[in-house]
């Protein structure tokens, strides 16, 4: 009877070692990643790439950056020349969802998996996709983001609001934008009174913000929310070179110089953080590759708000790139951690990022301490 | 015995190495290419050589080179057309809104539409004597602005199935999809190039392009209508543009409001390339298809190579210098502007 107590207790532990070792997988350190996204001419597209070589070391990944000259032909003739490249896997931003359908497309036909990042490729994965190498689109959450600008204007206590958007036909924006509308309609005292769609560059920031500034006399206009800091930093250069300090602008992304004027006063709110999607693909593209099919194949990042009460937190903890260490990294990833969450980070995180960020200050402060005291 | 004469000996070996010179110029496309293609098989290997890999080129290479077409019937009048982007990105809106209208026979709304900004372009430039890059520069902001009003910034998708309300724009044509694809878009630009051939070397409009870019003043004296005449030469470059259309809207699936962006510059990039220079009087069809597919191959194999971006940018600026420089015959160029 003993003798058979003692064969069972060994099966069961058996059993364990034998779960434990399937669940465990030998890290990959040959892997090739592609990414295609475009130039690197504002922070956001800076930040990703930050973010994902980060992400990369973190996992012995090798990753090789290309861009599309912000065009939706050279789009797809990269992607072509990227998977002629044999890589084991494609990180794309798509520029436009026609131009990352044909990118989807061209996975499938070339059995190399892939994983969209930032824009979406089309509206629902679930329902609208059915190919098997495109396997997921890890984008920001756009009408919280939208709802997040609306809702700083109602804050502000703006009344006379004029926009400055990209392009029509980037899904993401017009998204973003119907976020936007869904708060301002809610409030009947506030009025759009000028809308601006183009390319945005720091020319057509100061070009269009110089026209408002034109057209609308003091009182007449209350404040100017820019997508994207490249054109809000020039609609904001535009404001005070005509010295018209009555105009706010409202901006997204944050790069140093966003930290720099939200912390002087000069804009009041910016939103960011949305850059992180590109290495939460990369982690999320990772696991597959080591057969670990895909949990959620749309996860949604809330954007972070920022004004002057918690831009100093953001400035420290998020605009050099690196947010998370090695060992964080892998934690999020199911090779290393079976139990690893990302979807629920990737939802969670702009709830508690300041708690992380400063966890993250204290530690390293401590080790510093300890530094010193050792030495 | 005697010598032969100092003089006549001078002009002899001049003559010989004008001669090598001119064949220097007229080959640099085709030395240009297999040096090209020479150095990624020496980089990149299996990579680039792979037949994946020239099925893409050849998916690549079409659409551009029937822009250069449309660029080179235009520059070698001594003219230029940068609108051919935007002409390109609102024909290939007109070819699909036009097979929501009127079902597959719509799609000529592409060529028509792109044949119209030509004889626009063709009207202003020759009757209000605008030069032809200030016209061009024109109905490129006009015609991307249409394109933006009319689309209002949507796409069309072009579909192999009836859409099932996915997507709200978008019409079944899977033959389109099939006309982008290799073969298929290689055989298309193949027989392009063929009737291109025949069009600009042997028929008389085709002479006649080249006389112009020489002399305006040779042609009026052959009793040829100059005015009318270039008005010609626009509508010929607007109805390539519209094949053109046809194609890159199979191989992008989807009439946008961004399509054709910055593809003028491509397209001049590859005549120039070609050793057509942009003062006009003379050009050619082979060349120009080298000069195409030499800037496709250029991009593809920095890609391939794992250049950065910025880096492969600067090595295509400074090949075309190069290519130019080595390719124009300085002789023939009476003013630099």
Known sequence: MKRAIILLGLLVMLTGVAVTAQDMVEPRMDLVIADLGQPETNPWVINRHRFERCVAESLGVTLDEFDDENSEEKHVSQAESIIARQPDGLIFNPLTSPAGIQVARLLEEN????????RLVVSNYDTDYEGEHFIAQVTQNNDTWGQAIGQATVDAGHKKVAMIWNQKGVTSAEE???????????????????????????ENGILYAEQFIARFQPGEIDA????????????????????????SIITTDIDEQVAQFISEGK??????????????GLIQLYDYLHGFPVENTQPLFSLIPVDASNIDTYAEGLLQGCILNDEQVKNLSRVHNPDA?????????????????TADMMEEEMEEEESEGDG | MSGPEPGLGVDASEEARAGRSEML???????????????????????????????????????????AYAQLIVVTTGSIDISVGSSLGFSMYMAVLGMVWLGPAGIVCGILAATLIGFVNGSIFSLLKISSFVTTLAMLIIVRALLNIISDGGSIYVTEQAATGTYVDSVAAPWLLALGRFPNILIFALVVTALMWVFYEKTLFGQQLKALGGSERVLSLFGV??????????????????????????RSGAGTPRAGEQFEL????AVALGGTPLTGGHGSVLRTVVGALTLTVVANGLTIAGVDPSWSRVARGVLLIIAIAISLNRRRIGVVK
């Open chain 2, 25 to 67: 110029r007229n080959n640099v496309p085709y030395i240009a290419i297999v040096l090209v293609v020479l150095l990624f098989t020496i980089v990149s290997g299996d990579r680039f050589l792979s037949v994946r890999n020239w099925t893409f080129i050849a998916q690549q290479t079409p659409v551009l080179l029937l822009l």
């Open chain 1, 267 to 280: 804009l009041g709110f910016s939103i960011g953080g949305h850059w992180m999607v590109g290495g939460f």
């Open chain 1, 111 to 118: 059995a190399i998996p892939g994983v969209a990042v930032g």
């Open chain 1, 341 to 357: 969450d990302l979807p629920g980070f990737i939802d969670e995180f702009s709830k508690n990022w300041e708690e992380f960020v």
């Open chain 2, 266 to 269: 491509d397209a001049i990039a």
């Open chain 1, 224 to 247: 100017i929310i820019v997508l994207g800091a490249v054109a809000g930093l020039g609609s904001q250069f535009a404001v005070e070179q005509a010295g018209r300090d009555d105009i």
């Open chain 2, 225 to 250: 209508s100059v005015t009318w005449f270039k008005i010609q030469v626009f509508v010929a470059a607007g109805f390539m543009v519209g094949l053109a259309s046809l194609i890159s809207l199979g």
């Open chain 1, 176 to 202: 973003i934008w119907n976020g936007v509308l869904s708060v301002l309609e809610m409030h009947e005292d506030i009025e759009l009174i000028a809308e601006a769609w183009d390319r945005l560059n720091r």
